[in-house]
C-alpha cells in the first residue's frame, strides 16, 4: 500500500512539475522568447519600431525610463537596452543604463510574461503587454530604486503561433496516395506474375472498380430519396442496396 501511494505521489509530482515549465522560454535569446515548438514571443520587432531619437520612454518623479529595444543601443551617450535619466542637484541631467540586453531574461508571472534584467544591485522588470488595437507605449508601475517595474504594451509582444511541417490533412493525404499506389501497383504485380492475368485483368479487385460509379449512383439516389428503397430505378440496384 505504501508502495502505491509514493507511486501515486512521484507521478502527481511529475505532472505538476511538467505544468510548471510548460510556459517557460526554451532559449537564450534575449529578444526571443520560444515557448514551445510552434508559439513564440519576439521583442524584436518592437525593438525595429522604436528608431532613436523616438525610443519609448515613461517619466515618474523626474525619473525618465527609456526602453531602447532588446540589442543595447546609445541614448544620450549611454549604451544599454533599459536607461534611467534623472536630475542632480544642480538640475544636470544624467543618464546611466541599469540594463543590458545580454542580461535579460524571460520569465512568466500569472498570465503574462515577462523580461528582468540579471545584473548587478538593481534588477529591472518590463511585464510584457498583448495590445492588439494600440501604438507601443512604456509606463512605469514602480519607481524602486533596485527593482523598478515597467509596463511595456504593445500589439508585437502578443503570442504568435507557426506551425511547422505538413498539416494534418495534407498527411492523410500523402498516406492516402501512397497507399493506393501500393494497392494498385502491388496488386498489378501479384496478379500479372502469379495469376498471368492481363490487360483490364491487372486492376486489382476490377468487378469492384467498374461497378463502383453504379454503386455510388444508387446510394445517392438512396439517400436522396429518405433512404427508401423503391426509388431505386432497377432490380439489380435494388439488391445492391
Not at 535619466?85 to 515577462?114: C, H, P, Q, R, W
Not at 512604456?138 to 523598478?148: A, E, G, M, Q, W
Request: aromatic share 10%; net charge neutral.
Amino acid at each position: 500500500m505504501i508502495k502505491s501511494r509514493n507511486i501515486l505521489f512521484l507521478f502527481i509530482s511529475a505532472i505538476y512539475l511538467s505544468n510548471s515549465n510548460a510556459d517557460t522560454c526554451i532559449n537564450n535569446d534575449p529578444c526571443l522568447c520560444q515557448i514551445n515548438e510552434n508559439d513564440k514571443i519576439d521583442i524584436s520587432e518592437i525593438s525595429n519600431e522604436i528608431k532613436p531619437p523616438d525610443y519609448l520612454s515613461s517619466t515618474i518623479n523626474k525619473v525618465t525610463y527609456t526602453f531602447v529595444g532588446c540589442r543595447d543601443n546609445t541614448y544620450n551617450n549611454v549604451l544599454g537596452s533599459l536607461i534611467i535619466t534623472s536630475e542632480t542637484n544642480n538640475t544636470k541631467l544624467v543618464s546611466k543604463s541599469i540594463g543590458n540586453a545580454s542580461n535579460i531574461k524571460f520569465s512568466k508571472e500569472d498570465s503574462n510574461y515577462l523580461i528582468t534584467y540579471i545584473n548587478g544591485k538593481v534588477h529591472p522588470v518590463i511585464v510584457l503587454l498583448c495590445d492588439q488595437y494600440k501604438i507601443p507605449f512604456l509606463k512605469v508601475i514602480n519607481n524602486s530604486s533596485t527593482d523598478p517595474k515597467l509596463l511595456l504594451s504593445s500589439p508585437t509582444l502578443c503570442i504568435k503561433t507557426e506551425h511547422h511541417g505538413m498539416s494534418g490533412g495534407s498527411t492523410f493525404l500523402l498516406i492516402l496516395f501512397i497507399g493506393l499506389v501500393i494497392y494498385f501497383v502491388g496488386g498489378a504485380l501479384v496478379l500479372y506474375f502469379i495469376r498471368g492475368a492481363r490487360g483490364a485483368e491487372l486492376i486489382p479487385n476490377v468487378d469492384f472498380w467498374t461497378n463502383l460509379p453504379g454503386l455510388v449512383k444508387d446510394g445517392l439516389i438512396f439517400l436522396l430519396s429518405g433512404c427508401k428503397p423503391n426509388f431505386v430505378t432497377t432490380a439489380e440496384s435494388y439488391d445492391r442496396i
